[in-house]
Nanobody, 115 residues
Framework: QVQVMESGGGSVQAGGSLRLSCATS????????LGWYRQAPGDQRTLVAS???????TYADFVKGRFTISRDSGKNTMYLQMNSLKPEDTAVYFC?????????WGQGTQVTVSS
């Protein structure tokens, strides 16, 4: 059974940093596509960053140069390092694992950035 669970959210002032973690079970990280998404109140869920099975990373323009996605296959965990946070980064952040045609989502972790 595949499970994904986010952690590491919290409240931080603008300019600060947070590192989100996505612990997984039932999958092999470097054999599947993984991604971080976020959703602010009233908005649609939006892709923030992704990493392919081959390790190719992509970022949304609004986080390029500030966020870094990575994975540790030995720990079955994916990360999102978020630096230079802005108030507009406030959202619930979700991780997603894709296995074939199925997507598995975590429950989300809240990130709040104050000005």
């Amino acid at each position: 059974q595949v499970q994904v669970m986010e952690s590491g959210g919290g409240s931080v002032q603008a300019g600060g940093s947070l590192r989100l973690s996505c612990a997984t079970s039932g999958i092999i990280l470097d054999m599947n596509a993984l991604g971080w998404y976020r959703q602010a109140p009233g908005d649609q869920r939006t892709l923030v960053a992704s990493i392919t099975s081959g390790g190719v990373t992509t970022y949304a323009d609004f986080v390029k140069g500030r966020f870094t996605i990575s994975r540790d296959s030995g720990k079955n965990t994916m990360y999102l390092q978020m630096n230079s946070l802005k108030p507009e980064d406030t959202a619930v952040y979700f991780c997603k694992a894709t296995l074939g045609f199925r997507n598995y989502w975590g429950q989300g972790t809240q990130v709040t950035v104050s000005s």
